[in-house]
């Protein structure tokens, strides 16, 4: 799994011609993130503030090295899109759009695990690494660089509660928002593997949600892999109401599997705390990793 990343790292942005794509690529380079390309397939433009600008990805690698992507297209694109990279060599990618239709994900779901790249998203906020680079558009004020590694579904309610942290002198050692709708690329389980191996990860903060069983794979992970440093749980959705659409794609519950009660559960016996509020996780974390 390809997610290392730091200001050296040759990153090209899909879609760079488009007003995200703009808005986007100037705060990732502000952040540190070495862009050395963009890519449009619908507008003939020579660069962007520098930033030369290629008509596909393959001219975009050959001209510059890049080996990571953030896709900044819609969501009917991405699997184009994740293509394209794909064939280029790119060896991660991160998609921002949500509600990829289930059919295109699961069609790059395969082409990016026989290629062996590392798909985050779709519908992520992006990943960090914090004080290196960033690819996504995951606020600065949130971000860092400390003992804590972050995996989250929700990206709101993790800017909160890292910011609340930051503020505290609590920061992360990498942020990884998988996304969530139902197919994704990373799902939490495959990262902790990644989480247990870096030396500069105390503890792991993961926000997740009801729906799925994406908390249960990972409790399962958990005990497999006998993580043994403290794992801080935030489940949203405690309060939804059966039979109302809302949030993301990936939150659906099916029968008792999906529930806040078996993620919960689940956790817990993999020896992680699992919080209420964002108060409590947030006074448990700065309790335990206090600076």
């Given amino acids: 799994m390809y997610l290392d990343i730091d200001g050296t790292t040759p990153v090209l942005i899909q879609g760079i011609t488009g007003r995200a794509g703009q808005a986007h690529m100037r705060l990732m380079r502000g952040y540190g993130t070495n862009i050395v390309a963009g890519v449009s397939t619908s507008r003939s433009v020579g660069e962007i503030d520098g930033v030369p600008v290629f008509p596909d990805c393959r001219a975009a690698v050959a001209a510059t090295g890049a080996v990571a992507s953030v896709a900044m297209v819609p969501a009917l694109d991405v699997e184009r899109a994740i293509r394209e990279a794909v064939e280029a060599g790119i060896r991660l990618i991160v998609t921002i759009a949500e509600g990829v239709p289930v059919h ?27 004080g290196k680079a960033k690819l996504g558009f995951l606020p600065d004020v949130t971000l860092l660089p400390g003992p804590l590694g972050v995996m989250s579904k929700s990206g709101t309610l993790s800017y909160e509660v890292c910011y609340r942290l930051a503020q505290r002198g609590i920061g992360q050692s990498a942020w990884i928002g998988v996304g969530g709708d139902q197919v994704k690329g990373t799902r939490f389980a495959e990262l902790v593997p990644y989480f247990a191996t870096r030396p500069d990860t105390d503890g792991l903060l993961v926000v997740g949600e009801i729906g799925g069983t994406e908390e249960e794979e990972l409790a399962e992970a958990l005990r497999a892999h006998r993580y043994d440093r403290p794992v801080f749980a935030l489940i949203a959705g405690a309060t939804a109401r059966e039979g109302i659409v809302m949030g993301h794609a ?37 309790e335990t990793l206090r600076p």
């Fill in 104 to 130: 295109a994900a699961l069609q790059s779901l395969r082409l990016t695990r026989e290629a062996d790249v590392t798909w985050i998203g779709a519908s992520t906020p992006g990943l960090a690494i914090p």
């Fill in 250 to 286: 990936g939150a659906m519950i099916h029968g008792a599997a999906g529930t806040i009660a078996s993620k919960r559960a689940a956790l817990e016996r993999a020896g992680a705390r699992v919080f209420a509020t964002m108060g409590e996780i947030v006074e448990a974390v700065a």
